[in-house]
C-alpha cells in the first residue's frame, strides 16, 4: 500500500500540531511510520487520504460500536443541527437521554452530562472527595481514566505506549494522594485500605481494564472490591467510558451484577461526538451544583448535537438488545480464528477477550496485570501491526490497546481478517 499523501498530510500537520495529532495514540510512534489521514468512513470501513480501503477494528476507540456513518445517528445531528448548534440552556433532548441512559444502566438515577471521559473521571472522583470528605483515592496500575492530573500515576493507554505512565506537570502534592493497587490483587487493596484507614475517598476501576490491552477481572474481583469498598466506607468508581453501553445494556454492572457508587461514561455513549457522563444515585448526585456544594460545570456539556447522537445511538442499542449477543459471537469467531493460524504458524501469543473487547499479546504468560501486559514481545507486535495494515485491516498502533469490534464487520470481513492474520503470522 502506498501512504504517499498520508505522508504529506503528516509533514502539514506536525509544522503546527504537536507530533502531528491531538491525541498521542493517533500518532505511530510506538510501531514506528506516519499515522493515515482518514476521508470517510462506512460500516467497518475506513477510507483513507491515499484512496486505500481498511477494515477497522478501533472504531474511534470505541463509540463506533454500530460502525461508522451509522445513519440514524447522522441522521438525527443534521436534523438538530439545522436548528441551531449550542445555546447554553437546557434543551429537551438532554432529558431524554439521560432518562434513557438511567433506565438501561443499573443502579443509577442521576446522570449529569460532560465532554469527554476525562471530564466524567475527574468529576467523578471530585464528587466522591465531596461526599465522603476525605483525600486519597485508590487506582490501578494500568488502568486509564483520562489525563487529568490525579490518574497519571502509572496510567495505561498512550501513556503505557509512550513510556511516560507518570508524566512531568503533575505536582508531588496531587500524586501523593493517589494510591496504586494492582489489578486483579484484592489483598493489594486491602492493604493499602489498612494503611491509609479513614483517608480514601474512593476506589476508581476498570470493571474490565480496557488500556492495557484487554484484561477481564478475576472472579470474585469486583465483588471483593465491592465488600472491601462497604467495609471501610469508600465509594467505588466504575470507569465504564469504555465497557458502559458495550459490555451489555446496563454494562459491565449489569454483567457482572454488581453496583457501583458512581459510574463513568464516555466512547459509545455519545455515538461519536464529544461526550462523557457520570451518574449515581440521587443521594449522591445531589452533591453536585447548583443544588450541592460540589462545583462542576461545561459550556458546551449537553450540547443538542452531542445529546442527539448519543440518544440515537442508545436508542438503537435499547430497542436491539441482541446487537450484545451478536456483538459477543463475532469477536468469539474471530478470537477462534486468530488463535488458530497462530497456532498453525507456531507464534506464541495469548487473547484476552470478553464481549466485544479483545486484545493480542505475544506473550507466553497469562496477561492478568500491567506486570504481565508489559511483558509481551513489542519488536513482534510492531511487525503484527504493519503486516495487518499491509492486509487492509486496521488495528490499534500500540500493544497496549484493546480491539474493539463493531457490529458493522460481517462473518465474510472476519473471515477476511483472519485470512490476513494467517499471511502475516507466516513472516513474524
Ligand atoms: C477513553 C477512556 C477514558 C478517557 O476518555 P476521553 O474521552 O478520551 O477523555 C477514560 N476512561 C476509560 C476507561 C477510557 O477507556
Sequence with gaps: ????????????????????????????????????????????????????????????????????????????????????????????????????????????????????????????VRLARGVTGKDKIIKFAGCYH???????????????????????????????????????????????????????????????????????????????????????????????????????????????????DIVCYGKVIGGGLPVGAFAAREEIMNYLAPIGPVYQAGTLSGNPLAMAAGFAMLTELNNNPSIFTSLKEKTAYLHKGLSEVFQKNQIVHTINRIGSMMSVHFSEEKVIDFASSVKGNNETFKRFFHGMLNEGVYIAPSAFETWFITDALTYTDLDKTIAACDTVAKSL
Excluded at 499523501?5 to 509544522?15: D, P
Excluded at 495529532?21 to 491515499?50: C, H, M, Q, W
Excluded at 505506549?161 to 496531587?174: E, L, R
Design 146 to 260: 483520562g489525563h487529568s492530573d490525579s490518574f497519571l500515576i502509572q496510567a495505561g493507554s498512550g501513556a503505557i505506549t509512550f513510556g511516560s505512565p507518570n508524566s512531568p506537570g503533575v505536582t508531588k502534592g496531587t500524586a501523593k494522594d493517589t494510591l496504586l493497587a494492582t489489578y486483579n490483587d484484592l489483598n493489594n487493596v486491602e492493604e493499602l485500605l489498612l494503611a491509609n484507614k479513614n483517608e480514601i475517598a474512593c476506589i476508581i476501576i476498570e470493571p474490565v481494564a480496557g488500556n492495557m490491552g484487554c484484561i477481564p477481572p478475576k472472579n470474585g474481583f469486583l465483588e471483593g472490591l465491592r465488600n472491601l469498598c462497604d467495609i471501610h466506607n469508600v465509594l467505588l468508581i466504575f470507569d465504564e467510558v469504555m465497557t458502559g453501553f458495550r459490555l451489555a445494556r446496563g454494562g459491565a454492572q449489569e454483567l457482572f451484577g454488581i453496583q457501583a
Design 1 to 124: 500500500m502506498k501512504y504517499q499523501r498520508s505522508s504529506a498530510l503528516f509533514k502539514e500537520a506536525e509544522k503546527v500540531i504537536p507530533g502531528g495529532v491531538n491525541s498521542p495514540v493517533r500518532a505511530f510512534k510506538a510501531v514506528g511510520g506516519t499515522p493515515i489521514f482518514v476521508e470517510s468512513a462506512k460500516g467497518a470501513y475506513l477510507y483513507d487520504a491515499d484512496g486505500n480501503v481498511f477494515l477497522d477494528y478501533i472504531n474511534s476507540w470505541g463509540p463506533m460500536i454500530l460502525g461508522h456513518a451509522y445513519e440514524p445517528v447522522v441522521t438525527a445531528v443534521i436534523d438538530k443541527a439545522k436548528n441551531g448548534t449550542s445555546f447554553g440552556m437546557p434543551t429537551e433532548i438532554e432529558t431524554k437521554i439521560a432518562e434513557l441512559a438511567i433506565q438501561m444502566a443499573p443502579n443509577i438515577n442521576k446522570i449529569r452530562f460532560v465532554n469527554s471521559g476525562t471530564e466524567a473521571c475527574m468529576s467523578a
